[in-house]
């Protein structure tokens, strides 16, 4: 049976706010696309977060980039995974 799962999405481009909704996920449903496919969507996501006004980005003096939520998480952006720092 599928599991519920809330994400965070911006209602409209103006929109400063988060709204929620539901999708369907099946914890056992194996990944349906690439790393590269992944990678793309998660920085969709992030960027849908940034977009509505509850995280800003920012770039280390490594290159890599930091995701400073208004929760105070912070979040490393590598090639290889993203990583929480707090």
Do not use: C, I, Y
């Not at 994400?7 to 914890?27: I, Y």
């Not at 969709?44 to 290159?63: F, I, K, P, Q």
Request: hydrophobic letters at 40%; zero cysteines; a negative charge.
């Amino acid at each position: 049976m599928a599991t519920p799962m809330k994400l965070p999405t911006a209602s409209g481009p103006d929109s400063r706010r988060a709204v929620l909704r539901s999708v369907n996920v099946t914890p056992s449903d194996p990944p349906q696309f690439e790393p590269e496919v992944a990678r793309a969507r998660v920085l969709a996501a992030l960027s849908e977060l940034v977009d509505a006004g509850l995280g800003t980005w920012s770039e280390r003096d490594d290159g890599l980039a930091e995701l400073h939520m208004l929760s105070g998480e912070r979040w490393l952006l590598a090639d290889d995974g993203v990583t929480r720092l707090a």
